[in-house]
């Protein structure tokens, strides 16, 4: 075989609470994170003519800063093995929008290579190799349903929160993700939900709770692009949606519908102002 072909799913957070910034910078976090059907598509090919990435979407880079090269550097430095590839990547997960993209990117290339190198190496394994890269790496290998703890590398898978109808709006408007940490207020954090309450309500298969309970304290990071989130998110609940949150670091904001047609409704409204707008599942 010289050539497999992934796709890369995306996430969001139906819960989001950042607890303590660390030493080393980074923010110890308590998430939920879920996949959704929302997907890029990898296909890595060998060659001998020079590592090589390909991709038409413009904010995509194609130099060594793209994470798809960066798991094929560590998966080179893990396995010994010296060889070049050609990945292709079909970006359909909008860019810096808190859907993790380009992590998603990266776990399919470590996956991929894997397979192509014949390494036999554990999900775990993949996972250690994922966290180099990037704090949602290792949960993009992992998918489903999880609880994240750690930066994001602790992950306990919990009970499937599939085919739930999600309305996706992301505006036009790039963040880094590093910005909305730094601009997080964590003094001005004081009540941290209860977590163990919100994975009962999806143990419990409780979808109204799960819904109305969802929460990210990113969204109080003091940044002028996150300016125009709670006005998408009211949006939403007066178009139908059970609950309405940014996932990540933003900008994107999705909805829970449990009736499609509101969904069409508020899809329609939306478009009116944000670039972006698009149905999608849980997975
Ligand atoms: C906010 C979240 C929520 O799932 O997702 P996104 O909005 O990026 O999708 C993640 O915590 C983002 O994960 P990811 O985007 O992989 O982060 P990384 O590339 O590892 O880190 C980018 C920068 O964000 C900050 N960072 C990231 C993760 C974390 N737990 N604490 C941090 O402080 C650090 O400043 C780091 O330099
Ligand atoms: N394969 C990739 N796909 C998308 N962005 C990438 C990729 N590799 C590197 N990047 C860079 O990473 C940044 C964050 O992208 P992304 O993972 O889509 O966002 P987020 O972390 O908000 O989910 C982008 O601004 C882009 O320059």
Redesign the pocket.
Known sequence: MDEVVLEAFG?I?LY?D?LW??ED?????R?I?QSIDLKDTIKIRETNSGMKIDCAHPQVPLDSSNLVYKAWEKMKEISGIDKEVNITIHKRIPVA????G??ADAAAVIKGLNILWDLNLKEEDLMKIGIK?????P?CIKGGTCL?E???EKLTSIEPFKRKLLLIATPNIP????K???NLPLDKIHAHPDIDRFIKGIKDKDFKFVAKNMINV?EYSELDELKIIPSIKEEMIRFGALGSIM????PTVFGLFEDEKLMMKCKKSLERKIENVFFSRTI
């Open positions: 996430k957070n989001l950042v910034k660390r910078g980074y923010h110890e976090i998430s994170m929008a808190g859907l993790a380009g992590s890269i990037g704090a949602d790496v949960f994240a750690g930066i994001g963040i880094s993700t590093e909305a940490y730094k990113m996932s990540g670091s933003g």
